[in-house]
């Protein structure tokens, strides 16, 4: 089981105010925007537009593990945590393991229902946004 696998698990396992409050955890835990890259974000660079909280994703790839970051508002704590979520899940793995991210996995985290249909659509986006990048990237060592 990857390690995917085991963190859409552990979501599946919760109740759903428990899924709420390990969200918040992955916001808290959410790294900083490196430095190099606020300067991208100020300028509107790599923003998800589809989404309404204003999210920045950087995807690439050193050799074949993805090399990620994000950004992602404290005031918007449940956005925060799914991309920190992501982060944990993504940053450092192989690049087809990126391209394969289920477009559900809002619903496989049981989270389709708690988080609402704008945001779910907001953040599926950010998924595809991910997944796209992972292969452009891994076009480009090729």
Known sequence: MSDLEKGLSRFRRLNREMRLQLLLNYA???PDLPQELEAARDA???RVEECQTPVF???GADEERVVM???AP???PTVRGFMGFLME???GAPVEEVEALPMD???KMGLGEVLGPTRTRGLTSVVDRIRRDATRSRTAHS
């Open 28 to 30: 808290r835990k959410f």
């Open 74 to 76: 404290r005031e918007a």
């Open 89 to 91: 899940q993504l940053h």
């Open 69 to 71: 970051h994000a950004y």
């Open 44 to 46: 509107g660079l790599n």
């Open 57 to 59: 994703v950087w995807v």
């Open 105 to 107: 996995i809002l619903e």
